[in-house]
């Protein structure tokens, strides 16, 4: 897979940002909801700044996570030690879509990466978490879709914004979809800009296949 997750695409968000944790300390709702304690591998893809590295943490994985900006990992990594996250837990420099062979995960979760890869790699992102899994594991994502442009003035470089179905398409073949819900996000990343909406879809799935 080629390297093309724009290592600066969030970058002016988390350096400008009014306070730290630029997504919230809560986990995503989907992830709530979904993501039951265990044990075993976790992986966060795009973790930022590990909001949901360390809850997945918290419940018993050892929650391994990836993310191409640099002050978001050092966030992340600060949030496991704070909150005495397992120890087996970490948060990596890495572009996503290079990512080697790794042990297959309980979890994978994907807050925020998919509208972040182009179309030339975005498909191998997908198969990269179908072979990093095995029937039983669970599937959390979080990704901005086309039903609402991307704002002038956002802060980040161009987003990849497709349409809900071609994630639905994209993995139903190999996994059992238990909550799908496209819903309207807004959002505020001050002092770069106020108030705005994105088109979200949230799913969560179990690996049949």
């Not at 970490?90 to 994907?110: F, G, N, T």
């Not at 095995?134 to 879709?145: D, E, N, Y």
């Amino acid at each position: 897979m080629s390297a093309n997750v724009d290592p600066r695409r969030y970058s002016r968000l988390y350096q400008t940002s009014l306070v730290e944790s630029l997504w919230g300390d809560e986990p995503g709702s989907f992830v709530r909801k979904f993501v039951s304690g265990g044990c075993g591998v976790a992986y966060d893809l795009g973790c930022g700044d590990g909001r949901n590295l360390a809850w997945l943490s918290a419940m018993g994985y050892s929650a391994i996570g990836f993310d191409v900006d640099s002050l978001a990992v050092a966030r992340a990594e600060k949030r496991l030690i704070d909150s005495s996250a397992h120890s087996k837990s970490k948060a990596h420099r890495r572009d996503v879509v290079s990512l080697s062979e790794m042990p297959a995960a309980s979890v994978i979760v994907a807050y925020g990466l998919l509208h972040c890869v182009s179309d030339d790699s975005v498909t191998d992102v997908i198969e990269w978490i179908c072979r990093h899994t095995i029937p039983g594991s669970r599937l959390v994502v979080a990704v901005l879709t086309d039903g609402i442009p991307e704002p002038d003035g956002h802060g980040t470089s161009t987003l990849f914004l497709r349409n809900h179905r071609f994630y639905r398409a994209a993995f139903e073949k190999r996994w059992q979809f238990d909550g799908y819900e496209v819903s309207r996000l807004i959002e505020s990343h001050m002092p770069l800009i106020g108030e705005h909406q994105h088109e979200i879809l949230r799913f969560s799935a179990e690996r049949r296949i």
